[in-house]
């Protein structure tokens, strides 16, 4: 059974209702696309053959046209004749011809209507259709750019994990070497902590032995 049960269904319904409502909106779109076109079709077909009754229709009604002009002449010339009963006679098949003109009148201009209808139920429901293909359109213009987006998202965390791997690995490395040149550092400021108190006992004692104090 499709979305749709008949042409009022397809053009009166909200698409973007039945979308929000659905699982799949794009799988539930191309459903009803395709009853769309489904339906298209049957429309089309079935105005075709409106259509062409309506020409045959219309050949016999100038046909019977015509014969209501000749029952007439026939008539007009019975009666010049003298002839009444055959001047009754034609206007007999005259008025036959006239209700025959009247009863295919009448089904042509209902088929006209029939085929004015179709058409506007066409055009109705071609505009519903485009309508469908643009929404449909967007819905996959979407669904690309959340693949990508979701792409990107995912790209970017790899590279700020592998941004952040790295720096913790520049930053070990950094404390590593810093480490070793405090290291460095201090084994060279004991040396020359060592010189510098070596060099202060000797001016210590010179200054001593200069004003005669003994040690």
Known sequence: MGVFSRFKDIVN?????????????EKMLKLMMQEMEDTLIELKSSCAAAMAQSVRLKSKYKDNEALVNRWQQRAELAVQKGCDNLAREAL??????VANCARQKNEVDNLDEIINQN????HQLEDKLDQSRSKLKLLQQKARQAEEEKKMQSS???NAEFKFDNLEQKIDRMTAENELNRKKDTLDD???QMEVNDEIENELNELKK?????K
Do not use: V
Request: hydrophobic share 30%; net charge positive.
């Open 190 to 192: 004991k040396f020359k």
């Open 13 to 25: 319904s909200n698409i973007n209702t039945i979308l929000d409502k659905a699982e799949d909106p």
């Open 210 to 214: 200069r004003e005669g104090i003994n």
């Open 92 to 97: 007999i098949e005259k008025k036959n011809a």
């Open 119 to 122: 058409k506007a139920e066409i």
């Open 156 to 158: 970017m965390h790899y």
